[in-house]
């Protein structure tokens, strides 16, 4: 599947529930601590593949769900997001309509989760910019 046809909903399997400090990658090692606790569950899109190897992210809103569990909701928006050059969309995924205090905490998220991954970037030695862009709501 591709992010240029937006799919009406997805299976998400959740890798970071809400609330965790940890952040795993897809196939279940840890990625990093993060210093804020993760306001939304945050996890991935099976048999896909994002521009950086690893299966498209997505992002649910609602209550915290277990780590690995697999869920099939609404997707609602893409994040539009670039992880050191490369472009790393998020789908974000909702059983209702996303609401003005959901966009802006979309936004907040990923311009504070931008400017995080730009340090751990550095410090792991990837090159090219690292930005949050936009939401679209689909």
């Given at each position: 599947m591709s992010v240029h046809s937006h799919p009406s909903e997805l299976e998400v399997i959740i890798d970071t529930p809400r609330g965790s400090l940890v952040k795993r990658s897809d196939d279940g090692r840890i990625d990093f601590l993060s210093p804020l606790p993760c306001p939304f569950n945050y996890g991935s899109v099976p048999?896909?593949?994002s521009s950086d190897g690893d299966r498209l992210d997505a992002l649910v809103l609602g209550p915290r769900l277990a780590r690995n569990s697999a869920v099939r909701v609404a997707v609602v928006?893409?994040?539009?997001?670039?992880?050191?050059?490369?472009?790393?969309?998020?789908?974000?995924c909702s059983a209702r309509p996303l609401r003005l205090a959901d966009r802006l905490l979309v936004a907040a998220f990923f311009t504070l989760y931008?400017?995080?991954?730009?340090?751990l970037n550095a410090a792991r030695g990837k090159r090219g910019a690292t930005r949050y862009e936009r939401l679209e709501l689909l």
């Amino acid at each position: 599947m591709s992010v240029h046809s937006h799919p009406s909903e997805l299976e998400v399997i959740i890798d970071t529930p809400r609330g965790s400090l940890v952040k795993r990658s897809d196939d279940g090692r840890i990625d990093f601590l993060s210093p804020l606790p993760c306001p939304f569950n945050y996890g991935s899109v099976p048999d896909t593949c994002s521009s950086d190897g690893d299966r498209l992210d997505a992002l649910v809103l609602g209550p915290r769900l277990a780590r690995n569990s697999a869920v099939r909701v609404a997707v609602v928006g893409l994040v539009h997001f670039v992880d050191a050059g490369q472009s790393d969309p998020k789908y974000v995924c909702s059983a209702r309509p996303l609401r003005l205090a959901d966009r802006l905490l979309v936004a907040a998220f990923f311009t504070l989760y931008a400017r995080a991954k730009q340090l751990l970037n550095a410090a792991r030695g990837k090159r090219g910019a690292t930005r949050y862009e936009r939401l679209e709501l689909l």
